[in-house]
């Protein structure tokens, strides 16, 4: 597995250097023509199963920290924080029933990038942060960006059409048919080369629409896409030194060099969302060095780069003209900007996040009176169709994440019950909350075949959170729903472990033993709490029992006790741990 994720680490879809991923049945003819149907297929059932594995997330997360390095930063970490927790709990979107709650990371690299892999772990570079100036808007597009090749499940096929193009390259040769008897061990150099390489430019369009309405339903400003991709294109052009960081374009409209979408249309088509967002009424128009924000044609709005940062004028523009696009998509008329005379200016609207640049450049330039007629007017003259055509929007929106809602709640009883046995892995490795998001939507599903697991699976996600109180609720109400599940009583055990009441915590454990006194993880459990009040002799012995359940594996018994049970085992991993120690000074 270890060797597999790590080639994972290049298998995902980045904001600069994304994989490419068809449409599948697009694909689907192109893989049969070639004779690799089957191999596409059955890689992509592969990389679905890999992108709903928590413990391969957990592997990949723990991988890009020790490969790439963590920010030291702690702004950068805090700021990353902030927008993905923005994104992942305010933004409209829904999981298919097969993906996994987001997880993320900013690590150490340099480049201006982040990435989301097949397992909905996204991995922010430092260089990312440090190259937007730590600005939200444009971090929040980006992200969002990552978010929706998660959503879509774009790594995952990206992964499996590598793979049949790989196949169909070398099978012209060697005369083999679908890859049935074809060494897949050789072909990771090859996929690697043809994700990184073949690069679909409409899935990077359909990322950065995703993306653009994610970020704004979670309250960023509208203009975030588009300041984000003039930023990087600026980067690209001006300021970056490796050569070997993008693969530059023979001419600026050029998208067949390395198939990448060329960043001005990027940010052409970005502006277009924003502006069709609020209804048509803004547009952002560039003039030589400088940008005017105009409304129905009417300029308002001059921008002119401010000081040394020659990118200012265009992203103060965007932000400008964003913050007027949702106040237009969001408001029927005039009387909701609230337009008041405060001192000797107009100021308008509220304190909301996306209308602060907005607010902020009305009162450096005294804009407001010039605003208040310009909205005026726009409003005066509006089409009734323009109201309709945006509700219609955002219903349309709606709609679609409904079904895919629908779907993941309708869906067989296979795929609801391993949502319950993902949230009881995120609490194997401490993660209470995303283990809460996998069981409310286990819970949720229509054919969800033990409620009550799913209760004591939450009840020790809230415990991990803190909520010890309203853990006990639930694990008490597994228990007496089904008193024959020794799993019940052993999350009541975890539970009262975690409450201080190991007396009992163990009595639930001797319970759970009744019903399976093989249970390696009841034992574990209970020695566990034995070690903690100090009774070495009795964890021991349980710790014992462990060690013969699980084949002498000593990897399972703490390395204090192990020297007791198997002296051997222990020292073998105490020379293996120095030998690591060794090599990591070295």
Not at 209 to 220: H, I, P, V, W
Not at 386 to 400: G, H, L, N, V, W
Not at 527 to 532: H, L, P, T, V, Y
């Amino acid at each position: 597995m270890k060797k597999f994720l790590i080639v994972m680490l290049v298998t995902c879809a980045a904001i600069l250097n994304p994989a490419q991923a068809l449409a599948a049945d697009a694909w689907a003819i192109a893989a049969e023509a070639l004779g690799v149907l089957a191999a596409y297929k059955s890689t992509l059932h592969e990389m679905l199963a890999l992108g709903n594995n928590v413990e391969a997330q957990m592997a990949v997360r723990r991988q890009d920290r020790e490969q790439n390095g963590v920010d030291k930063n702690k702004r950068d970490v805090e700021l990353v924080d902030s927008v993905m927790t923005r994104l992942v709990n305010g933004g409209q979107y829904e999981l298919k029933v097969n993906s996994l709650p987001f997880v993320w990371s900013v690590n150490d690299d340099e480049k201006f990038n982040a990435a989301c892999y097949p397992m909905n772990y996204i991995s922010v570079n430092r260089g990312l942060v440090r190259n937007l100036g730590g600005d939200e808007n444009m971090l929040a597009a980006i992200l969002a960006h990552e978010m929706t090749h998660g959503i879509e499940q774009h790594s995952a096929k990206s992964y499996a059409q590598a793979v049949a193009q790989s196949l169909g390259a070398m099978m012209v040769g060697l005369n083999v048919d679908n890859g049935s008897n074809v060494d897949w061990s050789k072909f990771s150099a090859m996929v690697d080369y043809s994700i990184a390489k073949n690069i679909n430019v409409p899935v990077e369009y359909e990322a950065d629409e995703g993306g653009f309405y994610l970020m704004t339903s979670a309250g960023f400003n509208p203009g975030g896409g588009a300041a984000a991709m003039y930023r990087l294109g600026y980067y690209v052009r001006y300021e970056t030194t490796n050569v070997l960081e993008f693969d530059a374009h023979d001419k600026s409209d050029d998208e067949t060099f390395s198939g990448h979408p060329d960043t001005d249309k990027r940010e052409a088509k970005m502006a277009e969302f924003m502006s069709s967002y609020g209804g048509g009424h803004v547009i952002v128009r560039k003039v030589d060095r400088a940008y005017k924000v105009l409304i129905d044609g009417r300029e308002i709005f001059y921008s002119m780069n401010m000081g040394d940062d020659p990118t200012s004028a265009a992203i103060n523009a965007y932000y400008f003209a964003g913050g007027l696009s949702k106040a237009f998509h969001d408001y029927d008329s005039i009387d909701d900007w609230n337009f008041r005379r405060e001192g000797n200016q107009t100021d308008f609207l509220n304190d909301d996040f996306a209308y602060r640049e907005l607010r902020e450049i009305s009162r450096l330039y005294n804009l407001g009176d010039k605003l208040k007629a310009a909205v005026e007017l726009a409003y005066k003259y509006e089409s009734p169709r323009t109201r309709q055509r945006i509700r219609e929007a955002d219903e349309a929106r709606k709609i679609s994440w409904d079904k895919i809602k629908n779907e993941a709640d309708s869906a067989k009883a296979k795929a609801a019950a391993q949502l319950r046995i993902n949230a009881d892995i995120y609490n194997d490795h401490g993660q209470g909350e995303l283990a809460l998001k996998e069981i409310e939507r286990a819970l949720r599903a229509k054919n969800q075949d033990d409620i009550a697991e799913c209760l004591a699976i939450r009840g020790r996600a809230k415990a991990i959170c803190g909520d010890y109180d309203g853990a006990l609720v639930d694990v008490d109400a597994a228990v007496d729903k089904d008193p024959n599940n020794l799993y019940n009583f052993l999350n009541r055990a975890d539970v009262r472990h975690m409450r201080g009441e190991l007396e009992a915590a163990l009595e639930d454990i001797d319970r759970a033993l009744k019903i399976d006194e093989k249970n390696s993880i009841a034992y574990k459990l209970q020695a566990e709490i034995f070690d903690e009040s100090g009774q070495a002799e009795k964890a021991e012995e349980s710790y014992r029992k462990v060690y013969d359940l699980t084949k002498k594996n000593p990897r399972a018994v703490p390395l204090n006790y192990l020297e007791k049970i198997d002296p051997k085992a222990a020292e073998k991993i105490r020379k293996e741990k120095e030998k690591e120690k060794a090599d990591d000074k070295s």
